[in-house]
């Protein structure tokens, strides 16, 4: 009788544990055919989308990026960005995997504009050395709608949110529409400086493709300059740029900046009213009270100083400046600046001196007196009245030539010009009264060992 018991005892044992062990087989089958029935929704949702994907991708590190993505059934994605030149110019084809990273995860696996991002190479990320943007090519879905997916990065929460594109929105990023748009616009702008213009009112402005920024001067009262500075990225409806923060102008919010594909050229929309800005060849005058040139050689107007790295020129005076350079370094020297000391003295009225380096420094000054046209306005002529220094060699001379001709031989206005600068130095220059698009400016302060 216990043997029959015995037997009874391990037979049932043997059977809970078979039932276990078979539990346990089905369970896994099932979690596995679960994890695979959505890893192949997760590829049907992102591959069904007709005409691809578009999004701003925002990566924790900072800053923000337009993206097209087209998502093929055979694990190859294309890609469009305008985070450069060439990653907007052209379509860019990598490959997709999905992998359960702790939940099902979408992993862009191979080289593309998300591992740009992510470099640790500043130069080439535009991020922190050692980190880039702090940005993600690995996300998890955080959710599905019938029109959006959004997705989380895995190791950084980078934020990319998937929206359907149109077939006209497709076009335009398969077609290098990103790329045309900065090449339209740099024609129109290089060279030139952009304003806002409003009937009489002209509001300086600036679009940089290089940083994503677009920015507006405003003079208040009292002088006070007031500098608007705002990131943006090109706009996913393909029709301008999109502001990450708003702009500020005539007491109204902007959001975004519209491109205008016929004029080339950008606007700011009010209602039906378009506020467009205009490229011009002459820097906006600052109407500053008193003038510049009531000014000279008092405090903070003592130095005009221009160097060609730091203050760059423009238009035709340029032109000039080249040439001088030309001749300095043909001499090999290091064209340094020049500037414009604006406090008289007996003798003359400015010295111009100009700055060349080597492993000696050689300094040519001249003297010149002002012969006023029109002072109210700010109208003089510059009057030579000799060299400071008898002695100078042939090829010292030859590093200034151009420049003393240039002020030796035209009529010039004084005044204070609408240039933004970083470290918020003034800008002031003299105008060529005969030619307007040709003139020279410079930063103003009171010795020239404190100016860029």
């Known amino acids: 009788m216990k043997k029959i018991l015995w037997y009874c005892l391990l037979l049932a044992i043997v059977a809970v544990a078979c039932k276990k062990d078979g539990t346990?087989?089905?369970?896994?089958?099932?979690?596995?055919?679960?994890?695979?029935?959505?890893?192949?929704?997760?590829?049907?949702?992102?591959?069904?989308?007709?005409?691809?994907?578009?999004t701003v991708f925002t990566p924790a590190g900072g800053g923000a990026y337009l993206f097209y993505m087209k998502f093929a059934d055979n694990n190859r994605v294309d890609m469009v960005s305008d985070i450069n030149i060439e990653t907007a110019s052209k379509v860019a084809t990598s490959s997709y995997?999905?992998?359960?990273?702790?939940?099902?995860?979408?992993?862009?696996?191979t080289y593309n504009s998300l591992h740009i991002i992510s470099h640790p190479s500043n130069a080439v990320s535009g991020g922190a050395s050692g980190?880039?943007?702090?940005?993600?090519?690995?996300?998890?879905?955080?959710?599905i709608t019938k029109d959006s997916v959004v997705l989380i990065g895995v190791k950084n929460k980078s934020l990319l949110v998937l929206k359907k594109a149109t077939q006209a929105e497709e076009a335009f990023y398969r077609s290098g529409g990103i790329k045309t748009i900065i090449d339209d616009a740099s024609a129109a702008m290089t060279g030139k400086f952009l304003r806002i213009e409003d009937g009489i009112d002209q509001t300086p402005a600036a679009i940089d493709f290089a940083n994503k920024t677009a920015s507006i001067m405003v003079v208040g009262a009292n002088n006070q300059v007031t500098s608007q500075s705002v990131s943006f990225v090109f706009s996913a409806?393909?029709?301008?740029?999109?502001?990450?923060?708003?702009?500020?102008?005539?007491?109204?919010?902007?959001?975004k900046i519209y491109w205008d594909p016929v004029t080339k050229e950008f606007y700011l929309l009010d209602g039906t009213n378009k506020y467009y800005f205009k490229a011009s060849d002459t820097p906006t005058i600052l109407a500053f009270t008193p003038p510049f040139h009531e000014l000279f050689g008092t405090d903070k107007h003592k130095i005009l100083k221009a160097n060609p790295r730091l203050v760059p020129q423009a238009g035709s005076f340029k032109d000039l400046l080249d040439i001088d350079l030309a001749a300095t370094a043909s001499y090999s020297r290091t064209y340094t600046y020049f500037s414009f000391n604006l406090e008289p003295t007996a003798e003359a009225d400015v010295v111009l001196s100009v700055?060349?380096?080597?492993?000696?420094?050689?300094?040519?000054?001249?003297?010149?007196?002002?012969?006023?046209?029109?002072?109210?306005?700010?109208?003089?002529?510059?009057?030579?009245?000799?060299?400071a220094a008898s002695n100078y060699a042939a090829s010292t001379?030859?590093?200034?030539?151009?420049?003393?001709?240039?002020?030796?031989?035209?009529?010039?206005?004084?005044?204070?010009?609408?240039?933004?600068?970083?470290?918020?130095?003034?800008?002031?220059?003299?105008?060529?009264?005969?030619?307007?698009?040709?003139f020279l400016m410079g930063v103003l302060g009171n010795t020239v060992g404190e100016l860029p």
């Open 397 to 438: 001379l030859s590093y200034s030539a151009e420049l003393r001709n240039y002020i030796q031989n035209n009529t010039f206005k004084a005044a204070y010009l609408a240039i933004s600068r970083t470290d918020n130095l003034p800008v002031a220059g003299f105008i060529n009264i005969n030619d307007p698009r040709s």
């Open 24 to 54: 346990e087989t089905w369970y896994e089958e099932t979690l596995d055919k679960r994890l695979s029935d959505t890893l192949l929704a997760r590829q049907a949702t992102l591959v069904n989308s007709p005409y691809g994907w578009k």
């Open 97 to 109: 995997i999905f992998r359960v990273t702790g939940q099902p995860s979408l992993v862009f696996d």
């Open 237 to 255: 409806d393909a029709d301008g740029l999109d502001l990450l923060t708003q702009l500020m102008f005539k007491g109204k919010a902007y959001k």
């Open 355 to 387: 700055r060349t380096a080597s492993s000696t420094f050689f300094i040519g000054s001249y003297l010149y007196k002002i012969q006023w046209i029109d002072k109210p306005n700010g109208i003089f002529k510059f009057q030579f009245v000799r060299n």
């Open 131 to 143: 980190q880039g943007k702090v940005s993600d090519y690995e996300f998890f879905f955080k959710e």
